[in-house]
């Protein structure tokens, strides 16, 4: 199947220029449609919690459509999906120039878990153009509300895409455990993916047993405590050093005798407020 080339009408109409003076338009309101293109419905469970009176979007002028032709911003939802793939370009097609195409969840960021599959083309990037990301499996209605307000202007996206194509899989060698039971290792590597997903989970795995061996002596809790901390406050993202705090708390006191005292409050000043960002 050949990649969709977008209308010359259609590209001149949702040029920059086109799309900021759209934004000035529908900043006090605006009207969302919905293309589910394969997702499991963990994401539209999502977006049907977002548009309750719990979080009452409409105080931002959020509106779902019936059509798409009624549409400022698109929401596509899943891995696209071979079936998916002309029913998606008709909804694209349809909807007024400009418009806003917001990639939502896991999957229609990037494919998800599904992105090497025979049956589906990735995510909504892989088929037309998309302005907004709004990651998750499956995004938190604080999530979509956020994410919306970005694809309107209201707030700086600071979170990019990141692609790895060129990942080669392979993690760092443990040559002797830190704590005498290689266990541990594998242990917080574990709870590293469970927490971060595979990629970013080696990377906080390793960002983790740096810290603990940073502190001279990794049997020694108050240490190692001590160690974490600075390396929490080091961290720009606020998702590293969250799950840097959640990782040590869940894993090391298995390994090393400790106390309360020796664990890591998440929510402390060395913290940064921390969950309230990553809840927003």
Known sequence: MSTYIVPEDIAKANDLEAKLAHLGRIKRSFSVYRVDCGSCNGCEIEIFAAITPMWDPERFGFKL???PRHADIIIVSGPI??????????????APDPKIVVAFGACGSSGGIFHDSYAVHGGADKVIPVDV??????????????GLAMGLGILEQKLQKIDFKDDSGEIFEVKESLVGNILFERDALAKAKWLMSYIFGRELCSKYLTAVNDSGDAKNPQKVK???????????????AECLALLHNDVYPKYVNTTKDDLIDVVSPNAKELVWKLRW
């Open 65 to 67: 459509v019936a059509s």
């Open 81 to 94: 999906t071979r079936q998916m793939y002309y029913p998606l370009l008709r909804a694209y097609e349809a």
């Open 133 to 146: 990301y709004i990651p998750g499996c499956p995004p938190h209605p604080a999530s979509i509300i956020y």
């Open 226 to 240: 001590k160690s974490l901390q600075d390396a929490i406050a080091r961290q720009k993202d606020p998702r590293f």
